[in-house]
């Protein structure tokens, strides 16, 4: 198989996985439980998918542009060295979560901390259900510090930190209390509810109309939105798939669910791995922008016991696979690489990442030196294959006139022409597919990078001599024309001592050609990896091409003419 096969190969799968349908789950009715002496009229009831759906105290649908801003009251700010949380005394809400450690890209934010919170929302809106379909919204409730503080900094050496919020209306109280550690983009919510009846409630969580962009390319950004769930294994729904206003009931029940932009992530989690916390989630399709949604209302279900208590876990900060993987949940997974080659793709692309964090960190190099390092690695491991891959391309050479002449005096016989040509192969020790696998073996490695650089916080924002972004295209489209007058070279060489070819002669102008146009918007680190790689392939080829201008003859002098038969 020719090096322009292999790659038509690698980009007709990247083309398919870039398409590949996501999995649409269908609707659920959520249990409710019931609530005694508290309720409000803010609930309508949907009779199509037969959800309880609260409407937001402000009375606009929580995914509309002209939304009302939210009256946050006064806000309590929680600080650590990775995060500045800002919750409002009014309802107890999250109205602002700044990641310290990440630097914003958008063009109305540059060069300030990442917001999670978009503009006039918050996470962690609780509402409860009661049988009738009414709810208990505590967006309008007014909680007071206990004990009153103007803030809390969560530092280390202090353990677990908590926020204690409190609030009493018509007899009833409700305390929520957030556990922080200044470690962790995790923290814990604790809360009681009295006045339940014997039944208990449904809590719903809103988790806001999806993220603030932080990315220079918003709309890239939206592509990537979705709506993640894990109960036995993590499945997403993209927000692009959510029509507006469109309601989706996701099965549960969910060990986590969250929402995740291209490098960021929200979600609530249970307390203990494998515990299915979450009876169901419901998603609302908002607005677009362009082809892509940039918002979607998404809120979670959770079971109150009769005693009122509740307990969860919140997640908000990068889609980071280490951290996340050290979190336990399977939250690693909240990230899946691959579409519909997930299985085979999402296992390379984590041992890549790997791979590629700890050259980083060991050998003290910039990742743009990593990944030049990292594409003559893999051509060094596959030099012996290669070389095999040689020899058996000159056997094959030889034995070619052999072959000709064998399907001329058989072709009318397909059987015997199989037989005589396999009697060949093996008389000359000629494998017909043993160049095949030293071309295919960079294929995994190449998809899982298309991947990596798509959705790898690493290299969000690194530069690396003139390329600004690792993980964006080459303004200057350097690097892609490199990658394609590498690939160029390396056929041209790769062509030395072979009989002329009209289609491979073709193939060596077209697919330099093609697969430039095709890697000129993809990421700069990819086409850096790919050109180092191609730049150290050629003198491997060229020492290939002599030797099989040395070899061809003597290996045909050696091969058997096939025996004829008698007929």
Known sequence: MSTERRIL???????????????????????????????DSTARRDSTAHAILPTP?????????????????????????????????????????????????????????????PNGDALLRHRLIVPSGDTVSLDDWDFQLSPDAPGLVVSAGQGAQSLHLEAERGGSRV?????????????????????????????????SNGLRSAEKDSLDDYRHYAVVTKASK??????????????????????WVGVKSKYFFTAALALEEGQQTFGGAIAVGGPRSGRAASRASVSITMPVAPAGGFRYQVYAGPLDYRQLSRLGHDLDDANPY?????????????????????????????????????????????????????????????????????????????????????????????????GCLPMLLPMPVLLALFFVFANTIAFRGVPFLWLPDLSRADPFRIIPVMM?????????IGQIGVPPNPQSKMMLYFMPVFMTVLFLNFASGLNLYYASQNLFSIPQQYLIAKRRLREAPVAGGGARAPTPVKT
């Open 9 to 39: 190969l690698a980009i007709a799968l990247m083309i398919i996985v870039a398409i590949a349908p996501s999995l649409i789950w269908p609707p659920k009715k959520p249990a409710v439980g019931r609530l005694g002496g508290l309720a």
């Open 57 to 117: 105290s402000t009375g606009q649908p929580p995914n509309r542009r002209t939304a009302q801003p939210l009256d946050t009251g006064r806000i309590v700010w929680v600080t650590s060295p990775l995060y500045r949380l800002g919750f409002s005394t009014r309802g107890g809400r999250l109205v602002s979560a700044e990641l310290l450690n990440y630097q914003s890209f958008a063009s109305g934010d540059s060069a300030r901390p990442v917001q999670l919170v």
């Open 175 to 207: 305390t929520l209390e957030y556990r922080f550690a200044p470690d962790e983009y995790r923290f814990e919510v604790r809360g009681n509810v009295t006045g339940l009846s014997s039944g208990g409630a449904v809590l719903l969580i809103g988790l």
């Open 234 to 255: 993590a499945e997403r729904t993209d927000f692009s798939k959510l029509r507006p206003d469109q309601r989706v009931l996701l099965d549960g029940p969910f060990e």
């Open 338 to 434: 691959g579409g519909i080659f997930r299985p085979i793709i999402q296992p390379v692309s984590v041992f890549v990442v790997n791979i590629l964090l700890w050259m980083h960190e060991r050998l003290s190099l910039a990742y743009g030196w990593v990944l030049i390092l990292f594409g003559v690695i893999v051509r060094l491991l596959l030099w012996p294959l290669n070389q095999k891959a040689m020899e058996s391309g000159i056997r094959m050479q030889a034995v070619a006139p052999l072959l000709k002449e064998t399907q001329d005096r058989y072709k009318n016989d397909p059987e015997r022409l199989q037989r005589e040509m396999m009697r060949i192969y093996k008389e000359n020790k000629v494998n017909p597919f043993g």
């Open 484 to 492: 394609g007058l590498s690939m160029f070279a390396l056929s041209k």
